[in-house]
């Protein structure tokens, strides 16, 4: 033990007595923000501690600051995997995969009798194991992205489409009578009243989506993906027992996937500023 | 449910024949290489009946995939490394693992969120965004590490299916143990009631309900965990690693053949759960 670790374990029960404090005052402001920081940066000394306390291997266990080093000194590998793997294997398939599920749940909302055989289908689907399709479309469509792109693509498909399919059945009857009595054709219907209703449904798919995409993206780049990538990086840097590379690849992944989670948060306040789950949080 | 039955039936006949002329178009190409070099010319029945009788398609109808199947799940001995009852059983038991553990990390976690305002307040926010994380990227590193400290075989695995199925049962316990309302709550306290008393006869209770949905997303999860876990290791065993050897070789019935027998075990696993769902509810007489 040294002292280093001790500090950190005080660090640790001084944070926590402070959470505890502000968990019984009423600061609005400060109860949303500051325990989950103080909770983090006591989780990250506490890590950095035990490293150098229990003398742990950087092969099996490198420290936070090891990795940020690692972080600063690769940006320009980091940055070339981040396009690689997040906006050319990722984002193009989940934009496609999304779009394609919204489409097909329109379409299938104009006929019951499709809506009634797809969705219990579609439950089937979501729940399946789609992942395992990598190694299949992997072989499709070749090792670059456009393989990464179409796992996506599949993955996000489902979990769209049930929760686009659901919204879609979500508005009230005497909403739709009212329409009626107006003179609205099912197009304006369905623009001005029932898609507003879905949006809902349709965002709560969207950021289940978001980490789907990734999710999918790194896990296609195990089945095989040219020399770049953060799933390659991953699997190759840990052959080579590199692993404060490999943190450093997953931070980039975790800040990432916050980021894209967070931006379809954002714009879901923005569109559905009327919703009962987003009024009166301000 | 039986008003269902129709348009399942309607819409499965149509994915099995686009499916079936998929694979006419996609194994074309192969065929036509074939007769080619050989200097014949195919007729339409002998490129549809190529097509679907190659070894190695690019996909595979979906009788050949079961009938691989069914060579490989019943005319197999249970042992052999080929059986794919063999490499279910390895999948199986470290998803139940990974289920078992996930599931009470995530309702000893619930109970702490519920009880303890600063957990609520501090851990909350981490555990959301632990899942924003795409922690199947972890899974090399988690195997590679814990072997090195060595644990091997189910251990990781089941480690990697815990995260990811103890997140559906954090939310969902936390949703369901907050259920009762105030004047509930408000009836235990006149009785003076513990805490602990309210717990166990009034939240728990009132949770069950919620248990039961997130045990179904978190066995769906778990089920996923397992199959990526088994990539990095080195395709030994289990059904991942059927994929993963299928797709080095490029044995593509192998690779479906896995991937349905995963399917129906998920399929499989989350109805036993309806079914348990069902025998309880009837038992504590919870009306849907």
Redesign the interface.
């Known amino acids: 033990m040294n002292s280093f670790f001790l500090f950190s374990i005080i660090f640790w029960i001084a944070a926590?007595t402070i959470?505890?404090f502000?968990?019984?005052s009423n600061l609005a402001k400060t109860?949303?923000v500051l325990?989950?920081i103080?909770?983090?940066v006591s989780l990250l000394l506490i890590w950095e501690a035990s490293i150098s306390a229990f003398d742990v291997s950087p092969?099996?266990?490198p420290a936070p600051s090891l990795v940020f080093i690692k972080l600063v000194s690769s940006v320009s590998i980091l940055w070339v995997d981040f396009v690689q793997t997040f906006v050319k294997g990722a984002l193009s398939g989940y934009i496609f995969g999304c779009s394609a599920a919204f489409g097909v749940a329109l379409l299938v909302d104009r006929f019951k009798?499709?809506?009634?055989?797809?969705?219990?289908?579609g439950n089937?689907m979501a729940?399946?194991?789609i992942?395992?399709?990598a190694?299949?479309l992997?072989?499709?469509f070749g090792f670059d992205w456009e393989s990464k792109s179409a796992v996506v693509t599949v993955m996000v498909f489902f979990p769209m489409l049930i929760n686009t399919i659901q919204g879609l059945q979500m508005s009230d009857k005497i909403h739709r009578d009212l329409m009626q009595t107006y003179n609205a054709t099912s197009f304006q219907t369905l623009i001005k009243l029932r898609l507003a209703a879905a949006m809902p449904f349709i965002f709560n798919g969207l950021k289940i989506c978001?980490?789907l995409a990734?999710?999918g993206a790194?896990?296609a780049e195990?089945?095989?993906s040219p020399i770049k990538g953060?799933?390659f990086r991953?699997?190759t840097e840990?052959?080579r027992?590199a692993?404060d590379m490999?943190w450093a690849?997953?931070t980039i992944?975790?800040i990432t996937?916050?980021l894209?989670?967070g931006g379809i948060v954002l714009l879901e306040k923005v569109v559905t500023f009327w919703h009962p789950s987003q009024r009166g949080r301000s | 449910m039986n008003n269902a039955f129709l348009p399942v039936l309607t819409i499965s006949t149509f994915i099995v024949l686009i499916w079936y002329s998929f694979s006419i178009v996609l194994n074309s190409s192969w065929a036509l290489d074939k007769a080619e070099r050989n200097d014949q010319k195919l007729s339409f029945s002998e490129l549809v009946h190529d097509t679907w009788s190659q070894k190695k398609p690019k996909l595979p109808t979906p009788h050949q995939v079961g009938y691989e199947m069914w060579k490989t799940i019943f005319d197999k001995k249970v042992t052999s490394k080929r059986s794919l009852v063999y490499h279910g059983w390895i999948t199986l038991s470290a998803t139940l693992a990974g289920f078992m553990l996930g599931t009470l990390l995530g309702i000893l976690l619930a109970l702490a969120i519920v009880h303890d305002k600063a957990t609520n307040l501090s851990v909350m926010p981490w555990i959301i965004t632990s899942q924003t994380i795409p922690i199947l990227a972890l899974a090399p590193m988690i195997i590679v590490v814990l072997s090195s400290i060595g644990f091997t075989g189910l251990l990781p695995k089941a480690v990697i299916s815990m995260y990811l199925s103890f997140f559906p049962i954090v939310v969902g316990m936390v949703k369901g143990l907050r259920s009762p309302d105030l004047l509930e709550i408000d009836q235990m306290k006149t009785w003076s009631a513990s805490q602990f008393q309210i717990l166990i006869k009034l939240r728990l209770p009132k949770s069950i309900p919620f248990l039961f949905t997130s045990l179904k997303l978190g066995m769906a999860a778990s089920l996923v965990g397992a199959i990526v876990g088994e990539l990095p290791s080195g395709a030994i065993a289990g059904l991942g690693a059927r994929m993963l050897s299928g797709s080095y070789y490029g044995q593509t019935i192998q690779i479906w053949s896995a991937l349905f027998t995963a399917a129906i075990l998920a399929a499989s696993l989350v109805g036993l759960i309806s079914i348990i769902q069902a025998f309880v509810f009837k038992r504590m007489m919870i009306v849907r």
């Open positions: 926590w959470n505890i502000i968990a019984q109860k949303m325990p989950p103080l909770f983090g092969v099996i266990l009798f499709l809506e009634r055989g797809l969705l219990p289908i089937f729940a399946l194991p992942i395992g399709t190694p299949i992997v072989r499709w978001s980490t990734l999710i790194i896990v195990f089945f095989g953060i799933g991953i699997s840990v052959g027992f692993l490999v690849e997953i992944a975790a996937g916050s894209f989670y």
